[in-house]
């Protein structure tokens, strides 16, 4: 009898749970990353120069979280995290070359929502397997992925072709010599294929990853586009590569941004807002590009708070707050509180089991928390005990408001976030008893790299040579 009420009580809840869905059994899930997005580049966190009023009215939307971190301070170990739902100690592939591959038998999100019924489509810069390796994406869930596989291909805009399911896609008039010359702008191709995916699978449910490119790259935009229009005055030349740097990455944000208001425009005529997770952030801390004597944080910068005058320290690549904390923005009208902000504590291996929990999915082995009561408003949260990363001779890890940080060289330094968010307070002498177990935990975190195979480094090195300066022998 307690077996058949215990049935009973779980059908019920099902029952309820399943009436609260939209129409669709699963919802849609769109996961938008963009390349180096700084936390404060964007209007809505008060920067004056850069133009993003569809990012903006996202936000105003949806839930922002501002305790967001990235998986890892460098692009391709920050998929990884995201993509399988471990952090930097367990992951396959910590490095960050452009080509190294997770393991051919690792699930990942788009495995784990294709056990649902989901079409899986991927756009942008892959970044955790070059072709010929054992971690591309068709490998790995997905039924289609279109852009750059290998990250150093990523660094042209112009590339002589982009690949889909490791297939070569020739784009046309790009001779792939050039940062800054060619027919065909490889985001403007990337982006009309994420909107034909959305279209062809509006009417069953779809995983639409979106790991765009921009704002990061060495900046080449067509002379028409209309972004660029809008900066190509500005008089905004000095500690740049090139007269334009600044400018084409403002036009870059704004091209971006249009891009995600096509997006939303495009979920509404099908009729699809309401049945849509989306999800927006950046990928890690951002970059003091064109820094000068004026603008010592970078011409825009992405981790000076314009409100406060607080900086993150450092930023890509470190393990300080300036290389992990991200924007992260999630909306889903109807379900989560328009206009909302959390300070609830995640990272990209909390994607997975939210994902996981949402559809009732079986989840893979993660370090990961689902946050879905926080999106959803409902239900106690379950908090992380510790967040850890490593990379290139460094290591975090963050209890509550407790960070220990050690570098190449020097000791372990400690930092009380919640009264030092720039961290330049070394307390590790004045905190022994809470520096020590912090270290234990950190140690205990890590696991030998167990990395995936290469097969063909001949096609890698193709791949890789469609960015000028690989092709011209410069770093």
């Known amino acids: 009898m307690k077996r058949t009420a215990a049935i009973s009580s779980l059908a019920l809840f099902i029952g309820i749970t399943l009436q609260a869905l939209p129409?669709?059994?699963?919802?849609?899930?769109?996961?938008?990353?963009?390349?180096?997005?700084?936390?404060?580049?964007?209007?809505?966190?008060?920067?004056?120069?850069?133009?993003?009023?569809?990012?903006?009215?996202?936000?105003?939307?949806?839930?922002?979280?501002?305790?967001?971190?990235?998986?890892?301070?460098?692009?391709?170990?920050?998929?990884?995290?995201?993509?399988?739902?471990?952090?930097?100690?367990?992951?396959?592939?910590?490095?960050?070359?452009?080509?190294?591959?997770?393991?051919?038998?690792?699930?990942?999100?788009?495995?784990?929502?294709?056990?649902?019924?989901?079409?899986?489509?991927?756009?942008?810069?892959?970044g955790i397997g070059g072709r010929g390796t054992s971690g591309v994406p068709e490998k790995h869930g997905f039924d289609l992925f279109f852009g750059y596989y290998d990250q150093v291909h990523a660094h042209t805009f112009y590339p002589a072709y982009l690949v889909r399911n490791s297939e070569?896609?020739?784009?046309?008039?790009?001779?792939?010599?050039?940062?800054?010359?060619?027919?065909?702008?490889?985001?403007?191709?990337?982006?009309?294929?994420?909107?034909?995916?959305?279209?062809?699978?509006?009417?069953?449910?779809?995983?639409?990853?979106?790991?765009?490119?921009?704002?990061?790259?060495?900046?080449?935009?067509?002379?028409?586009?209309?972004?660029?229009?809008?900066?190509?005055?500005?008089?905004?030349?000095?500690?740049?590569?090139?007269?334009?740097?600044?400018?084409?990455?403002?036009?870059?944000?704004?091209?971006?941004?249009?891009?995600?208001?096509?997006?939303?425009?495009?979920?509404?005529?099908?009729?699809?807002?309401?049945?849509?997770?989306?999800?927006?952030?950046?990928?890690?801390?951002g970059q003091d590009y064109f820094k000068t004597k004026e603008r010592p944080h970078g011409f825009f910068a992405p981790n000076l708070n314009p409100k406060t005058g607080e900086r993150f320290r450092k930023g890509k690549g470190s393990l300080y707050e300036g290389g992990l904390k991200v924007p992260y923005l999630v909306r889903w009208p109807g379900r989560i509180k328009a206009g909302s902000v959390s300070d609830h504590l995640l990272y990209c291996p909390d994607v997975m089991p939210t994902l996981a929990a949402l559809i009732q999915a079986e989840c893979p082995k993660t370090d990961g928390l689902s946050f879905l009561p926080t999106l959803m408003n409902s239900g106690a949260q379950q908090l992380h005990d510790t967040l850890y990363w490593e990379y290139a001779g460094q290591t975090a890890i963050r209890q509550k408001n407790w960070k220990a940080y050690k570098g190449r060289k020097g000791d372990w330094e400690l930092f009380d976030l919640a009264k030092d968010i720039e961290e330049k307070h070394n307390i590790a002498a004045d905190h022994p008893e809470r520096l020590k177990p912090l270290i234990t935990l950190a140690k205990a975190a890590h696991e030998p790299v167990k990395p995936g195979k290469v097969f063909d480094r001949v096609l890698i090195e193709k791949d890789r040579r469609q960015a000028p300066h690989q092709r011209n022998g410069k770093k």
Not at 30 to 57: A, C, K, V
Not at 181 to 190: D, L, R, V
Request: proline letters at 6%; charged letters at 20%.
């Open 168 to 285: 070569e896609v020739p784009l046309a008039g790009n001779p792939g010599t050039s940062f800054y010359e060619g027919e065909t702008h490889a985001q403007i191709e990337i982006f009309k294929a994420s909107m034909k995916f959305i279209r062809e699978n509006k009417d069953r449910p779809f995983f639409c990853y979106l790991p765009w490119t921009p704002p990061h790259g060495l900046w080449g935009i067509d002379a028409d586009d209309p972004s660029w229009q809008l900066f190509k005055d500005k008089p905004w030349t000095a500690g740049q590569r090139t007269q334009n740097d600044a400018k084409v990455y403002a036009a870059f944000m704004h091209m971006v941004d249009r891009q995600i208001g096509e997006v939303l425009a495009l979920l509404k005529e099908l009729a699809l807002d309401k049945q849509t997770l989306f999800f927006l952030c950046g990928d890690n801390g």
């Open 23 to 126: 129409a669709k059994s699963q919802p849609n899930v769109i996961y938008l990353m963009l390349d180096e997005w700084g936390y404060f580049e964007s209007g809505h966190m008060g920067h004056q120069e850069l133009l993003t009023p569809n990012i903006d009215r996202f936000a105003g939307e949806g839930m922002r979280f501002t305790n967001a971190y990235a998986g890892s301070p460098v692009c391709g170990p920050t998929r990884c995290s995201l993509l399988t739902g471990l952090h930097a100690g367990h992951m396959s592939m910590r490095v960050n070359d452009g080509y190294s591959p997770i393991r051919a038998e690792e699930p990942t999100l788009a495995s784990m929502l294709k056990t649902k019924g989901y079409a899986t489509g991927g756009f942008g810069k892959w």
